[in-house]
């Protein structure tokens, strides 16, 4: 069963920056979907970011172009770039992983979760 497993996160002032990591422990990693969601206190989980096999990427449109995802195949490492935070992005974020098909950032097609890691940003 692949493991996922999520670091990086923190508390940082609003206009700051973090970058998560997701590491992969099931191998080919390089042939999954992979995305990055987030869920607040009271709020339903929200896709965030998603990149594919092939590369191509798909982000919600709060994301603004204030976060890239990435993905380096060699070390079964997936990556959210966080800049330009704000206090709504507070929330707990899970990596996912989706054995085939295209990037989206709906929840439901993804079969593999990690545990989360906390993102708390103060302003």
């Known amino acids: 069963q692949t493991q996922l497993m999520e670091s990086g996160g923190g508390s940082v002032q609003a206009g700051g920056s973090l970058r998560l990591s997701c590491a992969a422990s099931?191998?080919?990693?390089?042939?999954?979907?992979m995305g990055w969601f987030r869920q607040a206190p009271g709020k339903a989980c929200e896709g965030v970011a998603s990149?594919?096999?092939?590369?191509?990427?798909v982000y919600a449109d709060f994301v603004e172009d204030r976060f890239t995802i990435s993905r380096d195949n060699a070390k079964n490492t997936l990556y959210l770039q966080l800049n330009n935070l704000k206090p709504d992005d507070t929330a707990m974020y899970y990596c996912?992983?989706?054995?085939?098909?295209?990037?989206?950032?709906?929840?439901?097609?993804?079969?593999?979760w990690g545990q989360g890691t906390q993102v708390t940003v103060f302003s």
């Open positions: 996912a992983a989706r054995v085939k098909g295209i990037a989206t950032i709906s929840p439901g097609p993804y079969n593999y």
């Open positions: 099931r191998y080919p990693y390089s042939s999954y979907c």
């Open positions: 990149i594919d096999s092939d590369g191509r990427t």
